[in-house]
């Protein structure tokens, strides 16, 4: 490597493959690559597997090169290559869109067969010798055995002005591990560009692994441990659950670059496709040419391209019992008509009905300039679940699919869609469609669709907004939430970027000091999030009771605090203390009935790690609460319990009444002197009352 005097060292062909080339007996000519020989084949193998990267030059011969050029020159003056997509999900097919700034390569896929667009056959003979050095390398490198497929020659351009492709890797996926893996195992870029310098940017540059994450590690390792419980009830589908608290754990990659390579003609490099080498092309000052390969790992890539009879069959599993459940509780309950039997308990639908709605505690009004809004006519606690609505259409977008395929199954669903629920759907709002325009089903779901369940775990919760003059609680959703929302600033940055408006609740309406505290604690609460994977495992528990304690201070409902409850569970089964991670798990059951209901999928995940860990455990010293409040602490907020302890009080016929509290959600009791939790003193969760200037709890 060499030292430059900005960013890391340029990477060329290491010395000692640089000398096997000079002491090679093979010349391009005649056909046979220095690369070739034995020896050079197994210092080859040694530098990847000791690297994760390896850098050859002189590949292919000059005059090789540059017909491959040539003839890549004319498939782009052929108009074939065409802006490239980013792609989400597993396989890049869910979510495709393109976006220059992060990457601004054009691109096209040939097998080097497409006779009109490769007269003199380069491609295919590129491609042949390429495979040749796989097969070479698959006998030296265990971990390369099995990538026997290959994808076709991706040929890219980077035009230059500047065009680049922000950090990445190719396969977001740990020792083949993981929900997101897509059969890529390794990366060969052939760079086509004779007469490169420096200034002309378009270096890719390389980063060191990406952290294997510890957190993510242990709940695979839960994960699949749960898979094992044949007899425990729902350990399978709740293990099934468990992606959505992987993809939440964030992986640390703030590390500094390892090196740049300069794209010159002639000159190959392979590395490995998953986390463990991120890299990023930098800006190009001349048009950059380069054609890429992805060899795949033959049983990573099966499951990558057919998942949805697995992952998808569970979710589908969850949600035909989610559906059960409503239905056999609207039978329970004497449950209305046949459109309600699907609705959960307690529960009408919004729709086709604004006169009444059947939620207890709140109704539905006009409210000036805003349409229509629900009001609230009872106390609701921090963090309470206010309602919960049966799906119109339960739709799993279709992995794999292409994109319009996947649309039109959601059409299809639409339009099986009994004539009321269709009224409903086609009633709400597209906002990718002008009013006066024909409503699509695709921007009616982009527009209104939530995950089913958890809404409030996908950072959508509905809470109280505070207390307006009007003397009522407008019910509002929490458009940013989460542990990771960040302070008012950061907030308000978020809502203006992704939804056009500021907002004016109570904790961004927060001045001076109470301000900068509520700021403390959010930007605390994500600095905790962000770095969980890596706390301590000694230090897991009390980092967790912390984020607890400070939701609980802004009044935010405790499951918030659910990835990180759900570590200190994976951190204690490790080290066999199962009566203790029982104990955590009923915590997170606690946390998630309150705000989500005993029907979310959380709750269900929750409590059935309770229920296992507390049989395995039996009666473990270890199964005792620390506090004697403890239990009640973590189904409650105390700020919480106050306004509900008074408004009990006050609504019980002996009941003295304590005066006014001062007690609005949303943080601001966190000013106010919590009356201490106990036990006995359990929340009236149906008590009246009225907000006024300040709250002021009425009598029943
Ligand atoms: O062309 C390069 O150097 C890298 C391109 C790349 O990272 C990709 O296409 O995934
Ligand atoms: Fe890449």
């Given at each position: 490597m060499e030292a430059s005097l900005e960013g890391p060292p340029q990477a060329s062909m290491s010395a000692r493959l640089a000398a096997l080339q000079l002491h090679s007996c093979g010349n391009s000519s005649s056909g046979t690559?220095?690369?070739?020989e034995r020896a050079a084949l197994d210092g080859i193998a040694v530098e990847l597997e000791a690297s994760n990267f390896v850098v050859l030059d002189s590949v292919l011969g000059a005059s090789t090169v540059a017909s491959l050029r040539a003839e890549v020159e004319g498939v782009r003056r052929a108009g074939r290559l065409k802006a490239s997509e980013l792609g989400g999900g597993r396989t890049g097919s869910n979510v495709a869109f393109t976006r220059a700034e992060a990457r601004g390569d054009s691109i096209g896929w040939f097998t080097g067969g497409e006779a009109a667009l490769w007269p003199d056959g380069t491609l295919a003979r590129y491609l042949d010798v390429l495979d040749g050095l796989m097969g070479a390398l698959g006998k030296r490198v265990p971990q390369l055995r099995a990538t026997t497929k290959r994808s076709k020659a991706m040929i890219a351009c980077y035009p230059g002005s500047g065009a680049r492709y922000v950090?990445?890797?190719?396969?977001?996926?740990s020792r083949s591990e993981g929900?997101?893996?897509?059969?890529?195992?390794l990366t060969a870029i052939l760079y086509l560009n004779?007469?490169?310098?420096?200034?002309?940017g378009g270096h890719l540059r390389l980063y060191p692994?990406?952290?294997?994450?510890a957190a993510k590690e242990a709940l695979q390792e839960l994960q699949a441990w749960l898979l094992t419980q044949?007899?425990?009830?729902?350990a399978e589908m709740v293990a099934h659950t468990f992606h959505e608290r992987l993809a939440e754990i964030?992986?640390?990659?703030d590390a500094p670059p390892l090196c740049d390579v300069a794209p010159i003609a002639d000159r190959l490099i392979l590395f490995?496709?998953?986390?463990?080498v991120p890299h990023e092309v930098l800006p190009a000052h001349r048009d950059r040419l380069a054609v890429t390969v992805w060899y795949f790992d033959e049983d990573e890539h099966a499951r990558a391209y057919k998942p949805s009879e697995e992952t998808d069959a569970y979710e589908a599993l969850a949600v035909a019992k989610q559906m059960r459940r409503w239905r056999s509780d609207a039978a329970a309950t004497g449950g209305g008509s046949a459109a309600d039997a699907?609705?959960?308990?307690?529960v009408t639908s919004?729709?086709?009905?604004?006169?009444?709605?059947?939620?207890?505690?709140m109704e539905l009004c006009p409210i000036p300039d805003k349409g229509l809004g629900l009001i609230a006519t009872r106390a609701f606690a921090p963090?309470?679940?206010l309602i919960a609505e049966a799906p119109l259409v339960l739709w799993e977008s279709?992995?794999?699919?292409?994109g319009e395929h996947k649309w039109s199954v959601l059409e299809e669903l639409v339009e099986a869609l009994p004539a009321g629920s269709r009224r409903a759907f086609d009633g709400?709002?597209?906002?990718?469609?002008?009013?006066?325009q024909f409503k699509t089903a695709r921007g009616i779901w982009n527009t209104n669709a939530f995950r089913t369940e958890d809404v409030l775990g996908d950072g959508k919760a509905a809470q109280c907004d505070g207390v307006e003059r009007s003397a009522v609680f407008r019910v509002t959703i929490a458009y940013v939430a989460g542990a990771?929302?960040?302070g008012r600033a950061s907030r308000q940055a978020h809502l203006q970027a992704k939804y056009h408006f500021g907002c004016v609740c109570d904790v961004c309406e927060l001045r001076g000091t109470a301000q900068q505290a509520s700021d403390d604690r959010f930007e605390r609460l994500a600095c905790i999030h962000k770095t969980l994977s890596s706390v301590p495992p000694l230090e897991l528990e009390a980092t967790v009771a912390e984020s607890v304690a400070l939701l609980n201070a802004e009044g935010l409902?405790?499951?918030?605090a659910k990835a990180g409850m759900l570590l200190v569970i994976v951190q204690l089964k490790q080290s066999a203390r199962l009566g203790r991670a029982a104990h955590w798990a009923r915590r997170g059951a606690a946390a998630a009935t309150f705000a989500?209901?005993?029907?979310s999928a959380t709750f269900l995940k929750f409590a059935s790690l309770a229920q296992l860990f507390g049989q395995a455990a039996g009666?473990?010293?270890?199964?005792?609460?620390?506090?004697?409040?403890d239990a009640g602490r973590w189904a409650w907020l105390p700020a919480a319990r106050a306004v509900c302890a008074a408004a009990k009080d006050v609504a019980a016929p002996n009941g003295a009444h304590h005066g006014?509290?001062?007690?609005?959600?949303?943080?601001?009791?966190?000013d106010a002197d919590p009356a201490p939790p106990s036990d006995a003193d359990e929340p009236s969760m149906h008590s009246v009352y009225v907000a006024g200037e300040g709250p002021t709890i009425l009598p029943s």
């Open positions: 690559q220095w690369w070739a950090r990445h890797h190719d396969n977001a996926c929900e997101q893996c897509n059969g890529r195992r004779e007469g490169w310098e420096v200034a002309h692994p990406y952290k294997p994450d044949h007899d425990a009830p729902d964030t992986t640390n990659d490995y496709s998953d986390y463990r699907a609705a959960p308990r307690g919004l729709f086709g009905s604004t006169e009444s709605l059947d939620v207890p505690g963090g309470e679940r279709a992995r794999g699919a292409d709400l709002m597209d906002k990718y469609a002008p009013d006066d990771e929302a960040g409902p405790l499951v918030w989500l209901g005993d029907d009666d473990a010293e270890d199964d005792a609460p620390d506090t004697p409040d006014a509290q001062h007690a609005a959600p949303n943080g601001a009791a966190a």
